[in-house]
């Protein structure tokens, strides 16, 4: 599905993600055929920002296929300049519409740095850098009163949406012009959902917040 809208994407994720968790995905573009048909290009119609838990496998929760989707996985689904250069890369160069920041219950990252915020307990090695990152939403969730998990991580998906656009001008012009949009998703482990939280650049969509 390249070069369609950022809304045309979007229905295209969900819908995937219906027919996954009714259990009758369609196992779309896995085929010999395809692997040739990409072989001298990709052109993927979205870019998944997500955490690395292994339960979090984009192309299998979404039923999408080979060259559908263009995947950068951090734990947290965490920011730094590698990241949003490729998301960049994706929007600019490979023509992705829709960028989608992709969390989850019962994510270690957030757990961790809700600890190290709460009880003063900070990680060890350089996974204390991952939970530096996501300590800003922690705090932002205990500013507006959030102490539910669920709610925490819908502010760190918001938050790191939000990020994605105050940090890369050139994704925040897109969104602004239309080209591309930014979502965040809340991926359910046990259900197998995937819900929005919240949407910049897409019209017309039922969120927790836009």
């Known amino acids: 599905m390249p070069r369609t809208s950022p809304s045309v994407a979007l229905d295209a994720m969900l819908a995937g993600n219906a027919r996954f968790v009714a259990g009758t995905p369609d196992h779309p573009n896995q085929d010999a055929a395809r692997r040739a048909q990409l072989a001298p290009g990709q052109e993927p119609f979205a ?21 559908d989707l263009f995947v950068v996985r951090t734990a947290g689904h965490v920011l730094g300049a590698e990241v949003l250069g490729s998301v960049e890369y994706a ?17 270690g990252a957030v757990a961790a740095a809700r600890t190290a915020v709460e009880d003063g307990l900070p990680a060890a090695g350089f996974v204390r850098d991952v939970v530096e990152r996501v300590t800003p939403s922690i705090l932002a969730a205990r500013a ?8 925490i991580i819908d502010e760190h998906i918001r938050h790191t949406a939000q990020l994605l656009m105050d940090r890369s001008r050139v994704l925040s012009e897109q969104v602004r012009t239309g080209e591309v949009a930014v979502v965040g998703l809340a991926y359910q482990l046990a259900e197998g959902s995937a819900r929005l ?8 969509t039922e969120c927790t917040t836009s």
């Open 197 to 204: 939280v919240t949407s910049h650049g897409v019209e017309n």
């Open 144 to 151: 507006a009163g959030l102490t539910e998990d669920c709610d």
């Open 47 to 67: 870019v998944i920002l997500g955490c690395s838990d292994s339960r979090l496998a984009a192309e299998i929760i979404f039923d999408q296929g080979l060259g």
């Open 91 to 107: 929007t600019s160069v490979l023509g992705c519409r829709l960028v989608v920041v992709l969390g989850h219950d019962s994510c």
